[in-house]
């Protein structure tokens, strides 16, 4: 089989294309065909070598699969041969998606939503998974709160906006002018264009000075530190960035608040939930690009050249027909 292998930490020029033995399915496995994946901030600082220690080279990264059942190991009893199937591969566990096939364990794997193509499910398993894990795991978002979504145009963003909407809550968000109809089209109450505005006085001025029930980080930088001014008494902030240098968070202690930090686990359960939601029309992952398995390089350097420019994700038709599905 193809395969987009990384050889050595670096640009996108790291990677290269092999081919490799198809793998085989062990006990409580799946052989999955993969029809399309797609890129997140994760995948390109992999490839740069954020986490070396974690990442033996030459390795096939990848972390989003949508595809079909080729075959089944020994114990499998949920699926079959046939079936069209969406999940993230074991983060930092064995190989990722970049490939034309994948094996992964029965119990990370979901059926597919009918209504979502290939390239769109792959474009959700990921930023789905966390999203769901931020808001509804760790800030146990609830009706009639406020959130405010970082980054509301990005790929984690625009699922997070959809996800607080249909869970009752009031949504603020930050983006770029350009994108404002973008994300008032997905559910957003309030749109900050953070070049024109700091969102600490927006949001201040839109809560009557209350603040919001809770801050969804995608961006980094102060954020952490700067949140406090922005949220209400007992309010929580969930982070899924990397923190690269010591925040004070003084002025945390002062609203009661908590913070969580996010690094998604995988589990058939969150794609279930977020399965629901998609057939119920409250939830779709936007496609903004789409490149072929042998352009994963240039939709590295697309999505992390793009300065949140790209709207939603940047997918990868593994089969070259689902890029004119």
Do not use: C
């Not at 793998?23 to 496995?29: E, F, K, L, S, V």
């Not at 959700?124 to 709160?145: F, Q, S």
């Not at 953070?194 to 995608?218: H, M, N, P, S």
Request: no cysteine.
């Amino acid at each position: 089989m193809k395969a987009i292998v990384l050889k050595s930490f670096g640009g996108p020029a790291s990677f290269e294309v092999w081919e490799v033995p198809k793998p085989i399915p062990r006990a409580g496995q799946v052989l999955v065909r993969v029809h399309a994946t797609s890129i997140n901030p994760l995948d390109y600082q992999v490839r740069r070598g954020d986490y070396p220690d974690l990442v033996p080279l030459p390795s096939i990264t990848g972390h989003d699969v949508s595809g079909v059942i080729e075959a089944v190991g020994p114990g499998v009893t949920a699926f079959a041969p046939g079936d069209e199937v969406w999940y993230t591969p074991q983060i930092f566990d064995g190989p990722g998606s970049y490939a034309e096939y994948h094996v992964a364990a029965e119990a990370i794997v979901g059926r597919k939503p009918p209504s979502l193509s290939h390239l769109e499910a792959a474009s959700l398993t990921l930023v789905g998974g966390t999203a769901w894990e931020a808001l509804v795991v760790r800030a146990a978002l609830r009706v009639g709160e406020s959130v405010l979504v970082h980054g509301g145009a990005g790929g984690v963003g625009h699922v997070a906006i959809q996800l607080a909407k249909a869970m009752g809550a009031r949504v603020f968000t930050t983006v770029r002018e350009a994108n404002a109809d973008f994300v008032k089209s997905l559910g957003a109450d309030v749109v900050i264009d953070y070049a024109l505005e700091d969102y600490v006085d927006a949001v201040l001025r839109e809560t009557q000075g209350q603040g919001v029930d809770v801050i969804f980080d995608t961006i980094g930088g102060d954020t952490l530190s700067r949140s406090p001014d922005a949220l209400a008494q007992l309010g929580r902030v969930v982070s899924i960035v990397d923190i690269a240098k010591p925040q004070n968070l003084i002025q945390a202690w002062g609203k009661n608040a908590s913070y969580h930090f996010v690094f998604t686990r995988q589990n058939r359960g969150k794609l279930d939930e977020l399965h629901t939601l998609v057939e119920r029309g409250q939830l779709r992952p936007h496609v903004g690009a789409v490149y072929s398995l042998a352009d994963t390089a240039l939709a590295h350097a697309r999505l992390e050249g793009a300065n949140h420019g790209v709207r939603g994700k940047v997918a990868i038709a593994v089969v070259p027909s689902e890029a004119g599905a």
